[in-house]
């Protein structure tokens, strides 16, 4: 099974050597490391990337943005739509890492470090039929966070958990699920993922996971993972786009969308391990350009998920489900006149990048079926 890491940086990713020690400690051999940089890199991180290809043995394709727009070249529209300056430049590592053929695509962030060693043992679960604990939730909703434990030890969210949702009444039940293991997300100890309005409010730190092993949900019940540190399978990449006019939300209703087809495909999304060491830092200015990012993405999940689902799926893939969920949108947006004010306009914009993706990966299957 090959494995592609894919990240955006504005560093120089020095994760990346303990990560090159603990895969070939463990026997993982086909990896390919694929970094993405922006106008803010350092010059130095193509050199870095060299030595350690030369070091460790593995591949590592480093785009700088003279190389990233030469890659875009065959996609005009994707070139156009991505800002600079952004982590939603890692869609170009996550397409280069489909047209490569890579089984299992891991996206990272680059201040994930190394702490639960043999990282990509359940990520190398991706793709494979496994049997997993399950939890099912009476209001449809799933918190993972519960399973860390935090300074101080207050309940928090990740962040994009539905705010109607937070702290609602509500009975959890326990099952076991078997399936083919679509997705599977790493959490984290050191500074959790929540929302910017938490991290001004107060300074959480994990600093222990206190599950008992991975967990999936059922498919009615649902909880936001993000993209620093969670494992694709190559199928479902055309349903995974970060699209730039989300912000903030852009993996958090990705992974609404993912999961509510996988739901329809009888696919497993997992939880738990790998844990990773988050080590994040945010200034003031940082917190409020987040708060920014997250306003539109907040206010809106709730039409977001009401529309996934509603959404009626007959298709027999991700991608003929995902061009279902972009028409039911688009159509949505348009007809809902009692909703959030702007809304409409965010919802529409959100759409065109949803069909931009859908046709490019349309283009690269050959069946150009899906219009731009």
């Known amino acids: 099974m090959s494995v592609a890491i894919v990240t955006t940086t504005i ?64 996609f005009p529209q994707l070139a156009a739509y991505l800002p600079y300056n952004s982590v939603q430049r890692r869609n170009i590592g996550l397409l280069r890492a489909y047209e490569m053929g ?40 799933f918190n993972p966070c519960q399973f860390l434990s935090a300074d101080p030890p207050v309940a928090f969210y990740h962040r994009g958990f539905p705010m109607s949702q937070r702290r609602a009444s509500c009975t959890v039940k326990q099952g076991v699920r078997k399936g083919r293991l679509a997705v599977n997300v790493g959490l984290w100890i050191g500074d959790p993922d ?41 199928d479902l990449l055309p349903t995974y786009f970060l699209n730039p006019n989300a912000g903030r939300y852009d993996d958090i209703w990705a992974s609404y969308t993912v999961q509510r087809i996988a739901g329809h495909m009888g696919d497993l999304v997992s939880f738990g391990s790998p844990i990773v060491d988050h080590r994040q830092q945010r200034s003031w200015a940082s917190l409020w350009r987040d708060l920014d990012d997250e306003r539109m993405g907040a206010l809106l999940t709730d039409e977001f998920v009401c529309a996934l689902r509603s959404l009626h799926l007959t298709g027999t893939s991700y991608s003929e489900c995902y061009a279902e969920f972009i028409d039911h949108l688009d159509a949505r947006s348009r007809n809902n006149e009692e909703g959030t004010r702007g809304g409409e306009e965010f919802l529409r914009e959100y759409v065109q990048g949803m069909r931009m993706w859908a046709h490019i990966f349309d283009m690269l299957d050959g069946s150009g079926a899906y219009a731009w």
């Open 11 to 74: 560093n120089v990713p020095r994760l990346f050597e303990g990560y090159c020690q603990d895969f070939l400690k463990h026997g993982h051999k086909d990896v390919i490391f694929i970094v993405i940089g922006d106008q803010k890199t350092p010059r130095e991180v193509e050199q870095y990337c060299k030595s350690l290809q030369q070091q460790y043995g593995y591949l590592f394709e480093y785009y700088d943005v003279d190389r990233q727009r030469s890659y875009l070249r065959r």
């Open 102 to 141: 890579v089984d299992v695509i891991v996206t990272v962030d680059d201040d994930n470090y190394l702490f639960e060693l043999d990282l990509l043992r359940h990520h190398k679960l991706v793709g494979t039929t496994i049997t997993l604990p399950s939890f099912g939730s009476s209001v449809g909703w």
């Open 194 to 234: 929540v929302d910017a309005w938490v991290r001004m409010t107060m300074a959480l730190n994990c600093d222990k996971w206190r599950g008992t092993g991975n967990f999936t949900l059922d498919p009615d019940t649902w909880a936001p993972f993000n993209s620093q540190q969670t494992a694709l399978a190559r």
